[in-house]
């Protein structure tokens, strides 16, 4: 397009006018363009479910669980929590490391920001068997962790979730098929677990998305999935707020699905294509999530979005806020807010079926209007997995978005060949 410009005006136009057309018209691509993906963490092994958060000072965190063993440490866990740290807002990067001595084998990366000073991390993940629910904090921008076990159970936990503002700091989880949130109000320094939904048994209880607001109201998404007699029911997707710190909790339902798309082709697990439901809130303090779900069982499912401005008490008509065709499977929503207004939102679909893409959209006004849809994802020489048309699966069952010192968005996800298959996981900035 810039060269078309070019060639309309160059024979009518004084040069010293067409650089500065020139200049604004490549300005704006850079600013509402993204880059091109580029792989992070290591090069070899195997890399899945990246999670990702930004600071006020130009620092971006990535971190993921590494498969195959780490370079450099033959005696690291497998998988073992990397951490990728970029100080310039992901032009550059530093040397993967792991994020804390090894231990046990980690799973289920989680990182955050606290927004309250946009400056203080924290990370999250399972580790112990499954049965430790761990919580990091740094202080000096991802250089040096201290680390506390939240939550010790004698059962395997599943998909913890973070969230923070100040000193207050929660993790919530599935332990025994119930919901759980450990509690800490001295930044992490010290947790307190409780049961927050132990109603009727389900086959799962998915947490997704976390997010504490301005009035230090707490919330929790996730996907309470129905136990039948083939453990695959349908979905009731939940918000769950405390607004006394964790003591107290109130249910939303937010929608339902059918019961779950078979994977069975890709060697996937049970839920993995399942409905889910993440969760943010600006910094005027509305509440956004964003969720897939399928009208009837083994459906394809579509993604939707609302909002409210009523701490969680009640919520707008849901929106279908995806451009693919009807019959394209949606997985994996990912959402973040920044000021007033502004929510982003990411997943991945099949509209080029087979393959799977990535892709993007953004509102400045708390998605009454969204802007065009940005496919984030694009064709990588050299993968076998990564075709022209898009890759052959998506490598992890949740990716993330945050924005930067800039307002840049940050996305980074997960593409491989199959569930089992080794992978990459890949970051693309712009907005």
């Not at 009518?12 to 500065?20: A, E, M």
């Not at 499977?329 to 509209?351: K, N, S, Y």
């Not at 052959?392 to 307002?407: A, H, L, M, T, V």
Request: with cysteine; charged share 15%.
């Amino acid at each position: 397009m810039v060269f078309s410009v070019y060639r309309f005006y160059r024979r009518r136009t004084p040069v010293r006018v067409l650089l500065t057309i020139l200049l604004l018209v490549s300005t704006a691509f850079a600013i509402t363009g993204f880059t091109p993906p580029q792989r992070v963490g290591f090069n070899l092994g195997d890399q899945w479910e990246p999670a990702v958060a930004a600071d006020g000072y130009g620092h971006v965190y990535i971190l993921y669980p590494q498969y195959g063993g780490v370079p450099d440490c033959p005696h690291c866990p497998v998988p073992t929590m990397v951490l990728v740290i970029s100080n310039d807002n992901g032009t550059t990067w530093q040397h993967p490391r792991q994020i804390t001595p090894p231990g046990t084998p980690q799973f289920d990366a989680q990182i955050v920001v606290d927004p309250a000073d946009r400056r203080t991390v924290y990370a999250a993940w399972l580790q112990n068997d499954k049965s430790d629910a761990v919580v990091a904090k740094s202080a000096d921008f991802g250089q040096s962790w201290s680390v506390v076990v939240a939550d010790r159970g004698g059962s395997e936990a599943d998909k913890p979730v973070l969230a923070v503002r100040g000193h207050d700091v929660y993790v919530g989880f599935e332990r025994a098929r119930m919901m759980r949130v450990a509690s800490s109000h001295d930044g992490g320094i010290s947790f307190v677990p409780a049961v927050i939904f132990a109603g009727a048994p389900l086959a799962g209880a998915m947490a997704g998305g976390a997010t504490v607001d301005i009035a230090g109201n707490v919330y929790f998404a996730w996907a309470g999935y129905a136990r039948n007699a083939d453990v695959k029911g349908r979905a009731i997707l939940y918000t769950t707020k405390s607004a006394d710190g964790g003591k107290n909790w109130t249910f939303t339902p937010l929608d339902a699905s059918g019961s779950l798309p078979d994977c069975a082709a890709q060697q996937c697990e049970w839920g993995y294509l399942g409905a889910q439901v993440t969760l943010a809130a600006d910094a005027a303090g509305t509440l956004y999530a964003l969720w897939n779900a399928g009208a009837l069982p083994s459906d394809s499912e579509r993604l939707y979005f609302a909002s409210s401005t009523t701490a969680g008490a009640t919520w707008s008509p849901r929106q279908d806020v995806s451009l693919a065709p009807q019959g394209a499977e949606h997985c994996f929503p990912a959402l973040t807010a920044g000021a007033a207004g502004d929510v982003r939102i990411g997943w991945m679909d099949t509209r080029n079926r087979p393959l799977w893409n990535t892709y993007y959209r953004s509102s400045s006004n708390g998605g009454a209007t969204w802007s065009a849809e940005t496919q984030l994802s694009s064709y990588v020489r050299g993968y076998s997995y990564i075709q022209p048309g898009g890759c052959s699966f998506p490598f992890g069952d949740y990716f993330e978005i945050s924005i930067d010192s800039r307002g840049d968005t940050h996305a980074v996800w997960g593409e491989g060949l199959n569930y089992n298959s080794p992978g990459s996981i890949w970051h693309a900035s712009g907005r």
